[in-house]
């Protein structure tokens, strides 16, 4: 009972009544919606229940910032025969023009469509998407559904690992995964059943501090070749250029393509329906906005600004890196308004002193850290005059508190890649 309350305090006995499901029509694949206590069923076995407990309120329904709406979709993608024709209407409609386009034959193919295909005998599936694109959030989404019943009916134990958290420590064996959930007791289990009924979640090959090799012989890549556990499934993300070597080894290649133009509107009606008219009337105005809208992290980030910018009277953003400076801006005011200063902040150089040099000190670190091609930031040998304490309270760096399979130490981490990207290529300009 103290593992389950840890796992979720909102568990509930199954003697209780569950509260009752969302009314909101479901879209092409529903991200965010308002968490919901699960009712294990009778007869599953504790460490089970346990993991299920775990997942139950994966999905929050809101953040304090910045401020997400509770309704979201994606868009998913089944990737084909390379050597079939590619530029159908539909593969045209996902490519946006990046390094990470995934320029293959592909097919629409819904969430749900997805997972009716997927069965033991499926080992491997691999998704692939830009950043932004919402392969976190489908992680979270995938391990609360398989929670609730609705998906992988035929496993029993799931295992939702951030592949970021492996910063200190980039040795992954299944002990160590079953001893971060508390669960080194199934060791024999699992090795004796060949992972059956057992299902990997694994978020963002492109952030593991080890470049996947097709000749490694550690447990964790021959777990993706399918040399050990060769029973069990294995779901895992990555960003389209880190998966290359994986690609060989997978039964199942989709990709998550965030959204489309229709369904920019939408989420903008939803998230904010008396705004919603003159936000679009802007971003119509400025293609070059309304573009980077295709990638959901970048809408919510525009939504905020945009509903912020029309109460402060601020000039709004007309390129994109505009948008990424004035988002700075208002997390570094938010800072302020949260120890109790009122500052007009209009630009990053007008940063009042010791700020402007702790907020200099991070953006070393987001231009140290992007060059050396890592996302999880330890302070460890790193040359930083300032405490964990003090770059957390600035909010542009927050302290991942689910660094346990790193070794304990205090890890760090952008809000998002882009915004490293973006810090970093300002400490370049300064």
């Known amino acids: ?27 092409s694949l529903p991200i965010s919606d308002s968490p919901q206590l699960l009712l294990p069923k009778p007869g599953v076995n504790a460490s089970t229940r346990n993991l299920k407990g775990r997942y139950c309120n994966l999905m929050p329904a809101q953040v304090d910032f910045p401020p997400v709406p509770t309704f979201s979709f994606t868009n998913l993608a089944l990737i084909k025969d390379t050597t079939e024709a590619k530029k159908s209407a539909f593969f045209m409609k996902t490519i946006q023009g990046s390094l990470d386009d995934v320029i293959e034959k592909k097919m629409t193919i819904t969430y749900e469509e997805l997972f009716k295909s997927i069965s033991s005998k499926n080992k491997i599936l691999l998704l692939e998407g830009r950043p932004g694109c919402g392969k976190t959030t489908l992680t979270r989404k995938i391990s609360r559904d398989w929670a609730e019943g ?15 958290q492996f910063y200190k420590n980039p040795i992954i ?11 080194a007791a199934l060791e024999k289990e699992l090795l004796q059943s060949e992972g059956e009924g057992v299902c990997f979640v694994l978020d963002g090959l492109d952030e593991y501090s080890v470049k996947f090799s097709t000749q490694g ?40 393509l965030g959204f489309f133009k229709e369904q920019i509107h939408e989420y903008i009606d939803n998230g904010n329906p008396s705004k919603a008219t003159k936000i679009k009337a802007f971003l119509h105005s400025h293609q070059n906005i309304l573009h980077m809208c295709y990638i959901p992290f970048h809408l919510v980030m525009i939504m905020f600004i945009y509903d912020t910018c029309e109460e402060d009277k601020t000039p709004l953003p007309k390129s994109e890196t505009e ?21 007009v902040l209009r630009d990053l150089e007008s940063l009042p002193s010791p700020e402007c040099a702790l907020f200099r000190s991070i953006s070393k670190i987001a231009y140290d850290t992007t060059t050396n091609e890592m996302t999880s930031i330890s302070l460890h040998g790193m040359h930083v005059e300032f405490s964990v304490s003090d770059i957390a309270n600035l909010g542009i760096i927050v302290v991942d508190r689910k660094a346990g399979l790193s070794g304990g130490e205090t890890i760090l981490s952008f809000a998002h890649l882009t915004n490293q990207e973006f810090l970093a290529a300002y400490h370049v300009s300064t």
């Not at 909102?10 to 479901?26: A, F, I, T």
């Not at 948008?323 to 500052?343: A, N, P, Q």
Request: glycine share 4%.
């Open 1 to 27: 009972e103290g593992i389950r309350a840890q796992y979720c305090p909102l568990y509930q006995d199954s003697s209780e009544k569950s509260l009752p499901k969302s009314d909101s029509p479901e879209k």
């Open 150 to 164: 609705t998906i992988l009916s035929f496993v029993k134990y799931l295992f939702l690992i951030p592949l970021r």
């Open 173 to 183: 064996e299944l002990n160590t995964v079953l001893s971060h959930f508390r669960m």
């Open 217 to 256: 012989h550690s447990w964790f890549e021959e777990l993706l070749r399918g040399e050990v556990l060769t029973s069990s499934t294995i779901i895992i993300t990555s960003r389209p250029n880190a998966s290359i070597e994986l690609r060989k080894h997978v039964h199942t290649r989709g990709e998550v």
């Open 323 to 343: 948008v990424y400076e004035l988002f700075t801006r208002l997390s570094l005011v938010r800072y302020y308004t949260k120890i109790g200063k009122d500052i």
